[in-house]
DNA sequence: TTGCAGACCGACCGGTCGGTCTGTATGATG
DNA sequence: CATCATACAGACCGACCGGTCGGTCTGCAA
């Protein structure tokens, strides 16, 4: 009893400082994005994940109390990442079409960084599995959650939030179409998080794989344009 | 027990005649669409299935030889009817710019039809847990095929070949950018499935649910809108 | 030196997995 | 009437599942 761990990355307020990465967890943290990516939750043991980082099925648990935990902590892990990188960008300067492409830039960018994670993401946005389906608190039409949130599911909240008040920006500016924003956040997302995680389909449509050097950066062309198409006035 | 109606539509009425559906075959193939949707290939026990279809777990390996059979008939199936809702449309009349918007429109009314087809798509295009991720064939840089293809595989490629065409011919004719095809397609597959995979997180965002008609019929303006905005010159 | 905490292992638990085998009720066919 | 295929049910199998338990080893602090 008394399992969850104080000790972890300061969450959001990143920058530098990371104090101490045990290592082993890190590990296994890393090895589970890659396996979850690919295999889904139910698709993933947790013999087959101890095998592939080193060390003995005790010693997952010793790390994560269940494996939902775990699960949940990749899922955190990856939108951590994109956080950091939306952080880095110039979201907040220029007119909305300047903020537009510095945050898709920014969420490309670090989706082509490492290849799991557009995968694991479109999971964690279309997956039922491990929990009964993604929530972001209040809805659109201010429904109240019905339940706790978990931490991943406040970050990406935090996310979307941020976007769609760009998107009504715009719009408010007449830069933008007058798009319904719930329609047109999941067709950013629907366009940004595919490719990453089309895998082989991607790679037979685009000649390439779709992490390599050229593909990416002629990705960050394309979906920037597309976007911007979809969405200008 | 037994509630489900056995009334069911002959499937596909198309064209040929289909001889004797024996109902019980249908049925598997209806609830295993749902389930395996929502909790995909290894998320869902052959059990379970078993006992919201109202038949024992021997009844399903009658119907269908291993758990891979039954779950590549029912991707087939929503294949299908894609592809019948792409042949009752009007996608080869007309300019290139009348013909996206008729494909557009077909695909969005079809996965509108029957909620768990997008997830099943979706999955199907991203996942890689029955078999090791989906092919088309030869790929855009004409790499021959390491494997045989499944039969929904064929159906899939087949589709995308033809949407394929039809980008050629616009940027051919000068009515649509000078966009890599690959990219293209891969735009216009997301934001089309990813709406309809997108569950309660599209519900939060768009205000209620995401197949109620009122968010269908707006779901095809916008659509068609970015789109055709992403894609024009 | 002692003591304690974190990291880790191997064995084991009840339960579930996909799949097989045997048997049987039914309806069509000769 | 006998025969045979279809369409199921129920018992069962070995493998594997997530999770727990007792115990070991190491490093650090008193």
Redesign the interface.
Known sequence: MMILMPANSPTSLDDEVEIRPPDSRDKILEVAEGLFA??????VGMRQLAAMVGLSKSALFHHFPTKIDLYEAVLDRVLVRIEHGLNGAAIHEGDPVAQLDAWVDAVVCTLAEDAPAG?LM??A?????PF?????G????G?EPDRELMIFEVRLAGI?ERFGGLLERGIAEGVF?A?????????V???L???F????????????SIFSHSAVS??RR??S???R????A
Chains 1, 2 share one sequence.
Not at 125 to 129: G, M, N, Q, R
Not at 138 to 141: K, L, Q, R, T
Not at 229 to 232: A, I, K, P, Q
């Open positions: 690919y295999g889904g939750y139910s698709g995968r479109m999971r946005l279309v997956d039922e599995e009964p389906a993604i929530s972001l209040v809805g659109a039409n429904a979307v179409r798009v319904p924003t719930g329609d047109a956040i999941l067709n997302v629907g366009t998080v595919f490719y995680a089309s895998g082989d389909l991607g790679e037979a449509l685009v000649g390439e002629r990705r394309e979906v344009q597309f976007i198409g979809g969405l200008l």
